[in-house]
C-alpha cells in the first residue's frame, strides 16, 4: 500500500519569507499524480497544487510550487512571499484511485 | 453549482445510536468518496464510489458502517451503534474520473460527530 509522510508537524514564518514544507512517499507505481491540499482553520479543504509523476517539470501555482524528485519519492511544497492567508494545515496527498494523505503540516503565517 | 454539500454540519448523539450523514457531489462529477478525519490528522479513505457502484471499502470500515449511492447522484453514510471512537468529522469529496480534472477531489464542509 502506498504511504505518505510530511515530517514535520507545525511550521511558522514570518510573514512575506519563504517557506518549504516536505513530503516523502512509497510506491512502486511509475504513473501516478501527487498533490497538495490547504485546510484553512474550521474551512474545508482545497486543493493547492498537482503534479503528475511522468512530468519531470515542477508544477507552479503562483506563489506556489513543488520541488518534485521521483526517484528519491520526494514531494515539497515551496510557499513565496507567505500571507497571513496561507495559514492552514497542508496536506501532501498521493493518487491511487483514492487520495492517500500525509499527516498534514500546520503552518502558521505571522505578521 | 454550489459544490459539495453535507448534512447535518454538526451531530451530537450518545453511545448506542444510529446516525446517518448525506452528501450532494457536484452534478458533473461521478465519482464520490467518504474520508474520517479527526482532530489533527490527515484524512483516512473510507470508501469511494463511481456511479452507483461501490468501488472499494477501507479496511477501516467495520460492519456498523455502510454507504449507498442509489441513483448514482447523493450518498449516505450510515453508522450502526455508534461508540466514542467513532467521534471525528466525516468529509465527502466528489471528482470526475476521466480527462483533465480526474481525480483533483473537491471537498464538502464536512459533517462532525459527536459521540457522549
Request: glycine share 6%.
Given at each position: ?37 490547504k485546510q484553512p ?71 | ?102 481525480n483533483v477531489l ?11
Amino acid at each position: 500500500a502506498q504511504t505518505v509522510t510530511q515530517s514535520q508537524p507545525e511550521m511558522s514564518v514570518q510573514e512575506a519569507e519563504t517557506v518549504t514544507l516536505s513530503c516523502t512517499y512509497d510506491t512502486s507505481e511509475s504513473n501516478y499524480y501527487l498533490f497538495w491540499y490547504k485546510q484553512p482553520p474550521s474551512r474545508q479543504m482545497i486543493l493547492v497544487i498537482r503534479q503528475e509523476a511522468y512530468k519531470q517539470q515542477n508544477a507552479t501555482e503562483n506563489r506556489f510550487s513543488v520541488n518534485f524528485q521521483k526517484a528519491a519519492k520526494s514531494f515539497s511544497l515551496k510557499i513565496s512571499d507567505s500571507q497571513l492567508g496561507d495559514t492552514a494545515m497542508y496536506f501532501c496527498a498521493f493518487e491511487d484511485q483514492k487520495l492517500v494523505f500525509g499527516q498534514g503540516t500546520r503552518l502558521t503565517i505571522n505578521p | 453549482d454550489t459544490g459539495v454539500s453535507q448534512d447535518p454540519r454538526h451531530k451530537i448523539t450518545k453511545r448506542g445510536q444510529n446516525v446517518t450523514f448525506r452528501c450532494d457531489p457536484i452534478s458533473e462529477h461521478n465519482r464520490l468518496y467518504w474520508y474520517r478525519q479527526t482532530l489533527g490528522q490527515g484524512p483516512e479513505f473510507l470508501t469511494y464510489f463511481q456511479n452507483e457502484a461501490q468501488l472499494e471499502k477501507s479496511r477501516l470500515l467495520s460492519d456498523r458502517f455502510s454507504a449507498e449511492r442509489p441513483k448514482g447522484s447523493f450518498s449516505t453514510l450510515e453508522i450502526q451503534r455508534t461508540e466514542q471512537g467513532d467521534s471525528a468529522m466525516y468529509l465527502c469529496a466528489s471528482s470526475f474520473s476521466r480527462g483533465p480534472g480526474a481525480n483533483v477531489l473537491t471537498f464538502g464542509a464536512g459533517s462532525r460527530l459527536t459521540v457522549l
